[in-house]
Structures are given as structure tokens and as C-alpha cells.
């Protein structure tokens, strides 16, 4: 039976009036909870880059799709933007789900209690309405047989294209431009459980795949083992052959199977293995440094403050008899060589990287085990130039802080081929009521460069992350008193894996 003309006529009012309806629900719905919109689209995986943009165009595509709809002599043009955007909404979630490394929250509105499966079927078939629409608009038109099915497959084809190549460049402009907007997708980290250690002297002294090994400034003789799941596990005492007493400032190191007892005013180096916790002297007449690392048994690496040079790394190779090297020129001064080029330094022996990260600029230091230069990289904030003000006291000739210095890594981990960064800078599209209620850490790919993502390590008792330490499958902070576990999710752990 042929379709009348009027029934034509009446479907497809019915198709304009759906689309006008959903389209204008949903730019009034972004538009009302717009900043909550636009934070959406900034923690889309094919989105994050231009999330100011595309939060903006989307509004506006479908408020002009929705004029054109509702004007007849322009409803055919209404409709084939209709069934663009549409086509595009729907690749989009086909990505997301097929691609992108997890699946964020929805894009709100008439959508949000959807989940995403569920979504990609409404998609489809307003997809198919608008395809239908436009078919009944132009039946018995002036048009070619194939035009219009021709039409909808170019649009579709296209459509495709372009999500794939924004996909692409979104991904490289997120992890290699990035213009400090954050990628936090839910459930980075799920926390496990707490252990209330009594008292706020311990600190994170190292971690293997079971085990987390944590010194006490009050104690320093005695080294807390705990097991994965936070159960303690044993007390150890270090045997050391000097009175610990001597030291000022002693700092623990646990990189099993050995141990390492550091205190840069004191010009020795201890070391051990952790199956008896002896501490041999492994080097005697050491220069003073102010931070140590062990790169294996035999090498630790450190930072001195020189007259001539400022900071330098270097490394001591242990033994009998002094055997020092500096390698100049990783460390570039900015303002006094000294406060601005402070920071934290790390050794991951499996992917045999020494990385060295500012406390008041965006940049990193990346190196082999040796300290030669591999590359230079920065963080997703764009604090490029520290922001020091420093004085100089002609009694004590010494420089200070003319001001509380302008800090933009403030803690960090290293765990195989990622960098953890506990930034103290929000970005683009943070919000900010979540820096009162969390400490952000963003995640690098030290091998590439290249940021990954962003994690909230929530407050714990209203206290503040004070550390963290990274294994294998587990985040392990100290709050205070507390240390707490959170597991790592799957997509971050594969991560590991792609060690160069």
C-alpha cells in the first residue's frame, strides 16, 4: 500500500518535532549546568583538548539545528544537520567504547541516566529517524535515484573520518601539548584500607611487590614491615656498627634486597641486605649532599650544593676508596642554582631511568643509570620560570626565602615507567571545590614524555596526603598517622608494561 502524501507530511512533522524537542532539552539542560557540562566534556577521552571548544559548539549546533527544524522552508537542511550530528554523537560512543582506555560519565541532560550502551541505541535510532525523515521529505523529488542514499553515506562516511583524526589529535595534543587541562577518568584508584601506625613520625622508606618498608625520624634505628594488605607484619632493628645517635637528619632507604642509611652531613654511606639488617660502612669520607638514591648495590646517585656550580647530580661508587663524578648541565639554573633548582629524584630499576623533578617549574629530568641526559619533559602546568623571591643575609652569607616560594610539584612517586606527580596547581576545568577535599596526582610516561592521566587521593580524617609511595597494583599513602591502600585500576596498570 502507497503512503499518502499527508501521512508523509504528518511522520515527518512527528521527526522534527522529536528532534526539536531533544536537541533543545539538551542545550538548555548543558546551558543550566554548564560548568558541570563543560568538566564532562574535559574528561572525554577524544574530547579533553578542546573541551572549551566543543562545549561551546555543541550548545550551539543544537540550538541552530533545533531553529532550522522549526522553519519549513529550511527543514530539509535542519535534517541533514540533524542526522549529522546525530551520526557523529553516535561514532563518538562507539570510540569511547571500543578505544578509549575507560569510559567516562555521561554528557548529562535527557542522557544521564543512561549508561552507554543503552545511549549508543537511542543514538542509532534517532540516527535512523533522521535517515527516514529525509527520505520521506524528498520522496518523489526533483532528486537522482542514489542522490539522497549517496548523501547519507558521504555524511556517514565522513562523519567517521573526522571522529577518528579529532580522536588522534585530541590523544597527541593531550599527552604531548598539553595546555594544562586535566584528564581524570572515575575510579583510578579504589581505596582498600587504613592502619592507624599511633604516631606522625613514620615515613615511606620503600616498597617491593608484598611488602612496605617504613622508617621513624624518632626511631631510626627501626625499620616497620608491612604486608600489601596493610597487616603488620614485623619490626626490624639496623645493626650499625657506629652509634646512630651521631646522625642529624638519618633517612632510611629500603630498595630490596638491600638497605641504605643516608644522612648528608655525615660523611659516611651505610648498606645492607634486609635478611639481617646489618649496616656495613660502604663509603667513608664522603662529601656532604643534601639528596641520595640508590641506582643498584654498588652506585647511588645524589644531589650537592657546590659554591662554584650550584646544584649538581653526581654519583658515588661505592667502595674503599672514593670515586665520585658530577654531571654538570642537568641541573639549569634559572634564577640562584640553588632554591630553583630543588627538587625530588628517583630510580626505577626496571625501565633503568634516573628522573629528576623540580619543586617550582613544569619540567622533569630524565636519564639512564649513569646520569646521561635522555630527555628533558614537562608537566601539564605551565609554570615554566620558578617563582621565587630570594635575599641574601650579609651576616650569615647565605640566601633565604624572601617570600613562601610558588611550589608546583609538591610530592611524587616513581614506579617503573610512571611518574606520579602531586601537583599544587588546579588546571583548566578542576573543580575546585575538590581541592579541598583531595590532593590531585597526575600520572607521566617518563619512556615518551608524556602525560597520561589524573588521580584524587581524598583526605583522610580532613588531613592531607603527606607521601605516597607506588607498587605494582598498589598506591600506598601516609595521612599523618594513618597510611591507607588504594589498588590500582586495570587500565593504569597495563601502563606498566609499556617499559621501553
Not at 549529522?84 to 578505544?99: A, D, E, Q, R, S
Not at 589529535?169 to 599511633?198: G, W
Not at 644522612?263 to 649532599?289: C, E, H, L
Not at 614524555?449 to 584524587?456: A, D, E, N, T, V
Amino acid at each position: 500500500m502507497k503512503m499518502s502524501a499527508l501521512t508523509r507530511n504528518i511522520i515527518v512533522e512527528t521527526i522534527c518535532l522529536l528532534f526539536v524537542l531533544l536537541f533543545v532539552y539538551a542545550a538548555v539542560s548543558k546551558l543550566l549546568d554548564f560548568e558541570n557540562f563543560q568538566l564532562q566534556v574535559a574528561q572525554s577521552p577524544l574530547l579533553t583538548a578542546y573541551a572549551g571548544f566543543f562545549s561551546c559548539v555543541v550548545i550551539a549546533l543544537e540550538i541552530v539545528i533545533a531553529v532550522l527544524l522549526s522553519i519549513p522552508a529550511l527543514r530539509l537542511s535542519g535534517m541533514f544537520a540533524a542526522f549529522t550530528l546525530m551520526v557523529l554523537f553516535t561514532i563518538y560512543i562507539f570510540i569511547i567504547l571500543n578505544y578509549s582506555p575507560y569510559v567516562p560519565c555521561s554528557c548529562g541532560g535527557i542522557l544521564e541516566k543512561m549508561g552507554w550502551k543503552e545511549h549508543l541505541v537511542f543514538n542509532l535510532a534517532f540516527v535512523f529517524l533522521a535517515a527516514a525523515g529525509i527520505v520521506l521529505k524528498t520522496f518523489r523529488k526533483n532528486y537522482h535515484r542514489f542522490y539522497i542514499p549517496t548523501m547519507l553515506v558521504i555524511i556517514t562516511m565522513g562523519s567517521i573520518l573526522i571522529m577518528s583524526l579529532l580522536f588522534m589529535v585530541s590523544e597527541e595534543t593531550l599527552h604531548h601539548r598539553n595546555n594544562f587541562v586535566r584528564r581524570i577518568p572515575p575510579f583510578a584508584v579504589d581505596k582498600l584500607s587504613v592502619y592507624d601506625l599511633k604516631y606522625n613520625s613514620y615515613y615511606l622508606a620503600g616498597a617491593d611487590s608484598t611488602r612496605i618498608f617504613l622508617g621513624n625520624r624518632t626511631a631510626p634505628s627501626v625499620v616497620t614491615v608491612l604486608d600489601s594488605g596493610l597487616n603488620k607484619q614485623k619490626e626490624f632493628y639496623i645493626i650499625l656498627d657506629d652509634t646512630i645517635s651521631q646522625f642529624t637528619s638519618i633517612e632510611v632507604k629500603v630498595n630490596p634486597p638491600y638497605f641504605y642509611l643516608f644522612d648528608g652531613t655525615i660523611p659516611r654511606i651505610y648498606g645492607g641486605s634486609v635478611t639481617d639488617w646489618n649496616a656495613k660502612i660502604r663509603m667513608k669520607n664522603v662529601q656532604r649532599f643534601l639528596n641520595a638514591v640508590p641506582i643498584d648495590d654498588n652506585i647511588v646517585a645524589f644531589r650537592a650544593a657546590t659554591t662554584a656550580y650550584g646544584n649538581l647530580l653526581g654519583t658515588f661508587k661505592l667502595g674503599n676508596s672514593i670515586n665520585v663524578k658530577y654531571k654538570h648541565g642537568l641541573l639549569e639554573k634559572q634564577i640562584d642554582g640553588f632554591f630553583d633548582t630543588d627538587g625530588m629524584m628517583y630510580y626505577s630499576p626496571q625501565s633503568k631511568r634516573f628522573v629528576y623533578l623540580y619543586y617550582y617549574r613544569n619540567q622533569y629530568v630524565v636519564t639512564d643509570e649513569h646520569l646521561n641526559l635522555i630527555h628533558r619533559a614537562n608537566t601539564i602546568d605551565t609554570t615554566t620560570r620558578a617563582k621565587l623571591k630570594i635575599e641574601y643575609l650579609d651576616k650569615k652569607k647565605k640566601n633565604k626565602f624572601g617570600a613562601p616560594p610558588f611550589i608546583v610539584n609538591r610530592k611524587s612517586a616513581l614506579h617503573n615507567n610512571l611518574l606520579f606527580v602531586n601537583s599544587m596547581l588546579p588546571g583548566k576545568y578542576d573543580p575546585l571545590e575538590m581541592w579541598e577535599q583531595a590532593s590531585i596526582v597526575d600520572v607521566y610516561n617518563i619512556n615518551e614524555g608524556s602525560y597520561l592521566m589524573s588521580l584524587y587521593v581524598y583526605k583522610v580524617d580532613g588531613k592531607q596526603m603527606n607521601s605516597f609511595i607506588v607498587t605494582d597494583t598498589h598506591l600506598f599513602a601516609l595521612f599523618d598517622r594513618k597510611i591507607v591502600s588504594y589498588r590500582l585500576s586495570a587500565f593504569l596498570i597495563k601502563e606498566f608494561d609499556k617499559i621501553q
